[in-house]
């Protein structure tokens, strides 16, 4: 039984019924094979595979489907959006993405120029800043909306950040 052949694209093609009988013999269905067997063929199926030669159209369809720099910056972007207010810890997004927080502060501090937990808080200050600006929202509020832990810490913070307290900032910016 051939286990792999190629398609008229080029690309390596696994031959279904050897794929089924693997799957059977995984489940019990059918005839038992030796364990050791079974092991032995997925290590040369693993084998092919990485001794597999690839013509160039198929490399460069596969290198169009990896994640550019770019995709996961906008893929980051967009998570970021969609959950600020829970979370603002840069491990969360790189699990989404699964890549690490390094690599993941390398891809956003190259195509942003700033670190993945810098453009995290700068989403959730600008959002305290708009709710500051444009509701009578009580400032423990934005807080517990935002996802800080106590009111006290989004204050602290805040003033880092701005120089003034949320309160402060309401009264000189209220519109």
């Not at 490399?59 to 972007?77: C, H, N, Q, T, V």
């Not at 009578?136 to 509020?141: F, G, I």
């Amino acid at each position: 039984m051939l286990w792999f052949d190629f398609d008229k694209s080029g690309f390596m093609a696994c031959n279904p019924d050897f794929v089924q009988y693997i799957i059977d013999q995984c489940s019990g269905a059918g005839e038992i094979i030796d364990q050791h067997i079974l092991r032995a063929m997925l290590y040369e199926t693993l084998m092919l595979l990485s001794r597999a030669e690839f013509s160039d159209k198929t490399r460069a369809a596969f290198l169009e489907d990896e994640m550019s720099p770019s995709r996961y910056a906008d893929k980051f972007k967009s998570l970021v959006a969609d959950n600020y207010k829970l979370e603002h810890r840069t491990e969360y997004y790189a699990d989404r993405l699964f890549i690490t927080p390094n690599y993941l502060n390398r891809i956003i501090r190259r195509t942003l120029g700033k670190s993945a937990k810098e453009y995290i808080m700068d989403v959730v200050f600008e959002e305290a800043c708009r709710r500051l600006r444009f509701t009578d929202t009580s400032v423990e509020e934005v807080s517990e909306t935002l996802g800080f832990e106590t009111s006290t810490y989004f204050i602290r913070s805040f003033g880092k950040r701005y120089g003034v307290t949320p309160l402060q900032y309401r009264k000189s910016n209220k519109e």
